[in-house]
């Protein structure tokens, strides 16, 4: 038995007039409950330290730089490492990345129990558009502000497991699950921040918000035989609702812990590593079954073409 106990860290909502610093307390306090679980590792949300900003349309490059750190710890955030230290429990958390060759990225970070960064993800699949689009209730501008992820989907041993992290719109895509399934990923934590409206459809509700969400998940986890933690940041952001449903599950695809709020929250459970090793031994044992002669459009073409 390889037994990580996790703690999903669902985040309330974070307003745009709230501090890094204010943001950070509560991501200790969340932390202190973790402790108190036993907990190894705590996964937080996408863009955990502030306020949804990319549905704010924003011209000035000065204004948008205010949202992203240039060093990761920073003087905001060295207290969150420290204290994750003191505890001995390692954490992924999500920012957004600005590097010092100008480059904007919508980037995820893993520790060991030491503190020690020692994994680091940016966003591929990022949603929404680049100019403001007047056809939509509210605005989504990732495409604006960040660049697409150039690290792929790595993977990394820690804590005795093999973990990756993807973010968002990523669990949508069972690329991310696949590319990282294909390196033997045993837990894969992502972070999301998803509006509990739809911009371009008011009718879609948020029951079937949950369920796309949760169906995306539950199907990675089954078909790659590994543990998915995804956790929201949710809540009222200033006037603009961001869904819960922050989930833990497990190798089979059974959704293990459960967020019952908007809030801040901690979900818990002990996750066994080796929950893993059955499903790809077996019905997902890669080498034997894949019949990769046949999957050259996945990675040739990215629209639909239709048979001539
Ligand atoms: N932050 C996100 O990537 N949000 C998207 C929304 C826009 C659909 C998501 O996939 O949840």
Known sequence: MREIVIGGAQLGAIQKS????????????LLSQAATAGCDLVVFPELA?????????????????????????????????DAAKQHGIAITFGYAEST????????????????NIVGKYRKVHLPGHVEFDTERAFQHLEKRYFEPGDLGFPVWKNLDAWMGMAICNDRRWPEMYREMGLQGVE???????????????????????????????????YQNASWVVGVAKAGDEDGHPLMGGSIIVDPNGFVVARAETEEDELIVHACDMDMCNFGKKTIFDFARHRRIEHYSRITGQTGVVYPK
């Open 18 to 29: 709230d501090s890094r610093e204010a943001v950070v307390a509560r991501m200790i306090a």
């Open 49 to 81: 330290l502030t306020t949804f900003f990319p549905r704010w349309w924003m011209e000035d490059a000065d204004e948008v730089e205010t949202w992203f750190e240039a060093e990761m710890p920073n003087e905001a955030t060295q207290p969150l490492f």
């Open 100 to 115: 010092p060759d100008g480059h904007h990225y919508n980037t995820s970070i893993l520790t060991d129990k030491e503190g």
């Open 187 to 221: 837990l894969i934590t992502l972070g999301y921040n998803t509006p509990s409206v739809n911009s371009q459809d008011g009718n879609e509700g948020l029951a079937q918000r949950l369920y796309h969400s949760e169906l995306s998940m539950t199907a990675g986890a």
